[in-house]
């Protein structure tokens, strides 16, 4: 997985965006897959960002105890410091999340059909009657998945990408 930090160039607003690969981001981005989650622009780019240097496991530094207090007078609490968004590990609540987000999608995704690069066809057919409904996952632009909404035709993104059979190893 590839984690890049992601620019709206229309509110400059920042984000993390996580990827299988540094070709999997420019597919989603021609696509119109990939936009800001506080505005929607689909004008989101790379952001500058610093290398991710990992330490080997063995270089990790230990957690230092923390200081003794020698006021008898408590101090005020003083709120965390937030992490920056790159560099940081998750909580374990989020990765947990995740796990259990991944799992309930691969779980629905058993009982679905892939209709592929056909999937806004397929959608429009089902809803207006020509042809049986079923449910089905597969590809669609920002565009696309709009025009579906405003026909009343309820789609959503997946939340992890979905590699097509004939690509899977």
């Not at 960002?49 to 330490?55: F, G, I, K, T």
């Not at 909580?91 to 259990?100: C, E, N, S």
């Not at 056909?118 to 057919?125: G, N, T, Y």
Request: with cysteine.
């Amino acid at each position: 997985m590839i984690v890049y930090d992601l620019e709206c160039r229309t509110g400059q607003h920042r984000f993390e965006g996580w990827f299988k690969s540094s070709d999997a981001f420019l597919r989603q981005q021609e696509r119109g897959l990939v936009s800001c989650p506080q505005c929607g622009s689909g004008d989101v780019g790379k952001a500058v960002q610093a290398p991710r240097l990992a330490r080997k496991g063995n270089q990790l530094a230990e957690a230092a105890p923390a200081p003794r207090r020698q006021s008898p007078v408590p101090a005020a609490p003083t709120p965390p410091t937030p992490a920056p968004m790159a560099n940081a590990p998750l909580p374990p609540q989020a990765v947990q999340m995740m796990q259990a987000l991944a799992k309930m999608q691969a779980e629905a995704l058993k009982s679905s059909r892939n209709a592929g690069e056909s999937f806004v066809k397929e959608a429009r057919a089902m809803h207006y009657g020509e042809r049986d409904t079923e449910t089905i996952h597969g590809q669609a632009t920002l565009g696309e998945a709009k025009e579906l909404l405003e026909e009343g035709i309820a789609v959503m993104p997946l939340p992890f990408a979905v590699i097509p059979p004939e690509q899977a190893n």
